[in-house]
């Protein structure tokens, strides 16, 4: 049975965070025209001030699963050894990291109750495991698979597909692309 690395954030989820920096910017954020690299640089100086709102809110309270998720999951979960592997700590700690991590957690137990939470792997670089396959928002938590499938998210439309090409990395715009890559091949 092969290895699937999932990423969470972006990938599974679109956590609350941004909702929290429309409610502490006063403002609806547009995240595509921008060429920031995390949504946190949006507060750039402001830090402070917004961990001492946000640092114990739970990201994950009322954040839906993507579209299709769930579904493919549970087919991918009777072909694939499924791992969800997941950073909790925030540049800068603008999230509590032992309060975030404890989110996580919860939120896939009850969201994703068919993956045991024994695999669920909580680690900054991701590059320093290996599996079969990686599907990750983020080139760098592509690194080190067999088969990498970036998922497209906000921060990764400016990626031309030339590039992706270059690098052997598949692009999957939603859950019903991952099926079709992962399930349809077998």
Not at 36 to 65: C, M, R, S, V
Not at 165 to 172: F, G, L, Q, T, V
Request: aromatic fraction near 12%; proline fraction near 3%; include cysteine.
């Amino acid at each position: 049975m092969k290895t699937l690395m999932i990423d969470m954030d972006d990938v599974i989820t679109d956590n609350q965070f941004s909702t929290f920096l429309e409610e502490f910017l006063n403002k609806k954020i547009d995240l595509n025209p921008t060429n920031i690299k995390y949504k946190q640089d949006l507060i750039k100086g402001k830090e402070e001030e917004f961990k001492n709102i946000y640092e114990y809110k739970n990201l994950y309270k009322n954040a839906p699963l993507l579209n299709d998720c769930f579904e493919t999951l549970q087919k991918l979960n009777q072909t694939y050894d499924i791992y969800i592997v997941t950073s909790y700590i925030w540049g800068k700690d603008i999230i509590n990291p032992a309060e975030n991590l404890k989110n996580k957690f919860n939120y896939l137990k009850e969201q994703l109750p068919f993956i045991n939470p024994d695999k669920y792997i909580f680690i900054q670089n991701k590059k320093l495991i290996h599996f079969d396959i990686k599907i990750d928002d983020r080139l760098s938590g592509l690194e080190n698979a067999d088969t990498k499938i970036l998922f497209s998210a906000w921060s990764n439309e400016s990626i031309k597909d030339f590039e992706l090409k270059e690098k052997n990395i598949i692009r999957a715009n939603n859950w019903i692309d991952i099926e079709k890559l992962l399930l349809n091949n077998e």
